[in-house]
């Protein structure tokens, strides 16, 4: 249903209302609705253009899971909180549910799986056509502009309208691409219903900038295999919430006008963030021949006789971008390697295989594919992602605490967790009505 006003009853109501027709929501809706299929669901969203961000990821492909999924390659909450709600619906579901709807999903060689039509459309017309088949009504752009919980239930308020639904799944969004409609109304939303939101809600999955006369913004365009870490200013690593070491994230860096992009900048990008929090002059280190130490390239330097500095380095990294190394370490490309005093060859591998780098900002949650922080799991029963504030409110999706890396992960994490939050809401709700009954 795609109304661009849509009519609101008098005085509607709902067996089971879902906040938000995304990816998690329209996934809660279609499992809701087939729990129970006596009940009355409805999907509620504010964008004008429903499903916003599948469209988008993916570079308008849609990277709808990996092949391999666990609770490592996801940040915020805990680690076996979210392995818990990931066993729930795995990756091998996740294919076969598309695979019912008509959609033959391939695996790449990095592991994303994609749909064969290579068009993210196909995903979402297969997740509102489920949807529609299972009975589930589906409103927008409507915006929900407040919840209340009442005796038998909740109200939801749409200005001046209002509907009424036995219970509710509240799965918003974060804050990333807030033209797609997540843009932190729903964390209002959970604060009012009793919940809170982790202290620091930062973008996730997004481009980090620079300053506009820094080096690598000349290099723009250029994309590079690399290993970046981010680190304190004495050097130190920067460390999960479980105190753990958060090791380097391997993957193509690319080289922008503005500052960092590619995957490998992505996946870091929320590491770097949480630790500027607590300290300032945060920055990252990236290793542009990964795999190669900075001690074992300065014995290969040492080594090395009767070549230039280009030409022992050219058939290790793009010509453009030694060029511009050397210069940074006031090194001229043409010289012998011999020639090289200690110090400039020390400056020079330094530069190549431990470059320090303090990004000024990101690109913000506009050009971010998802958000880092949110309600925290503790705060949920992991079972059936039901509020221990509010019983017969479930929350799902980018909502909550956890944020996957780049590769389909925070996908896989809405199916996993909207398939948990919508049967459970259709369990409480049957209950519910065999009680009246």
């Given at each position: 249903m795609n109304n661009?006003?849509?009519?609101?009853?008098?005085?509607?109501?709902?067996?089971?209302?879902?906040?938000?027709?995304?990816?998690?929501?329209?996934?809660?809706?279609?499992?809701?609705?087939?729990?129970?299929?006596?009940?009355?669901?409805v999907a509620i969203d504010s964008a004008r253009t429903l499903g916003a961000k599948i469209l988008v990821a993916g570079g308008g492909?849609?990277?709808?899971?990996?092949?391999?999924?666990?609770?490592?390659?996801?940040?915020?909450?805990?680690?076996?909180?979210?392995?818990?709600?990931?066993?729930?619906?795995?990756?091998?579901?996740?294919?076969?549910?598309?695979?019912?709807?008509?959609?033959?999903?391939?695996?790449?060689?990095?592991?994303?799986?994609?749909?064969?039509?290579?068009?993210?459309?196909?995903v979402l017309d297969a997740l509102v056509s489920a949807a529609h088949s299972a009975g589930v009504t589906i409103l927008h752009p409507l915006r929900v502009e407040s919840i209340a919980q009442v005796e038998n239930g909740f109200e939801i308020h749409f200005g001046?309208?209002?509907?009424?639904?036995?219970?509710?799944?509240?799965?918003?969004?974060?804050?990333?691409?807030?033209?797609?409609?997540?843009?932190g109304h729903g964390f209002t939303i959970a604060r009012s219903l009793g919940h809170s939101v982790t202290q620091l809600i930062v973008?996730?999955?997004?481009?980090?900038?620079?300053?506009?006369?820094?080096?690598?913004?000349?290099?723009?365009?250029?994309?590079?295999?690399?290993?970046?870490t981010a680190i304190r200013a004495d050097g130190a690593q920067a460390r999960s919430s479980a105190g753990k070491p958060i090791p380097p994230v391997c993957g193509a860096v690319l080289c922008a006008h503005f500052g960092l992009s590619g995957p490998a900048v992505l996946d870091v990008s929320r590491h770097w963030l949480h630790l500027?929090?607590?300290?300032?002059?945060?920055?990252?280190?990236?290793?542009?021949?990964?795999?190669?130490?900075?001690?074992?390239?300065?014995?290969?330097?040492?080594?090395?006789?009767?070549?230039?500095?280009?030409?022992?380095?050219?058939?290790?990294?793009?010509?453009?971008?030694?060029?511009?190394?050397?210069?940074?370490?006031?090194?001229?490309?043409?010289?012998?390697?011999?020639?090289?005093?200690?110090?400039r060859r020390s400056s020079l591998v330094q530069?190549?295989?431990?470059?320090?780098?303090?990004?000024?900002?990101?690109?913000?949650?506009t050009a971010a594919e998802?958000?880092?922080?949110?309600?925290?799991?503790?705060?949920?029963?992991?079972?059936?992602?039901?509020s221990l504030k509010c019983p017969g409110l479930f929350l799902c999706g980018e909502m909550l605490d956890v944020d996957g890396r780049i590769g389909g992960f925070s996908f896989q994490w809405a199916w996993a967790s909207g398939f948990v939050a919508g049967t459970a809401a259709a369990h409480t709700a049957n209950a519910d009505s065999a009680i009246r009954s």
């Open positions: 661009s006003s849509p009519d609101i009853p008098t005085h509607p109501s709902a067996d089971i209302a879902i906040i938000g027709a995304g990816a998690a929501g329209l996934f809660a809706a279609i499992w809701a609705a087939r729990e129970g299929p006596a009940l009355k669901v492909r849609c990277n709808v899971t990996h092949h391999a999924v666990d609770e490592r390659d996801y940040s915020g909450g805990s680690p076996e909180l979210i392995r818990r709600i990931l066993r729930r619906y795995p990756v091998e579901s996740t294919i076969e549910f598309f695979a019912e709807c008509g959609v033959q999903l391939k695996r790449e060689e990095t592991g994303k799986l994609f749909p064969t039509t290579d068009k993210a459309r196909s001046e309208e209002c509907m009424h639904a036995r219970t509710v799944i509240l799965c918003m969004g974060g804050m990333s691409l807030p033209k797609s409609g997540s843009d973008p996730a999955l997004v481009p980090l900038t620079l300053p506009s006369d820094h080096w690598l913004t000349t290099l723009s365009g250029l994309a590079l295999p690399a290993e970046l500027l929090d607590v300290d300032p002059n945060a920055r990252l280190r990236i290793n542009w021949m990964p795999g190669l130490r900075s001690e074992s390239l300065e014995q290969e330097f040492v080594q090395t006789k009767g070549q230039s500095v280009l030409s022992f380095l050219k058939g290790k990294l793009p010509e453009r971008f030694l060029r511009a190394a050397c210069l940074q370490a006031t090194v001229d490309p043409a010289s012998g390697v011999q020639q090289l005093t200690r110090e530069i190549l295989t431990a470059c320090e780098v303090i990004p000024n900002g990101t690109r913000g949650f998802t958000t880092a922080g949110g309600v925290p799991l503790a705060e949920l029963n992991i079972d059936r992602l039901e």
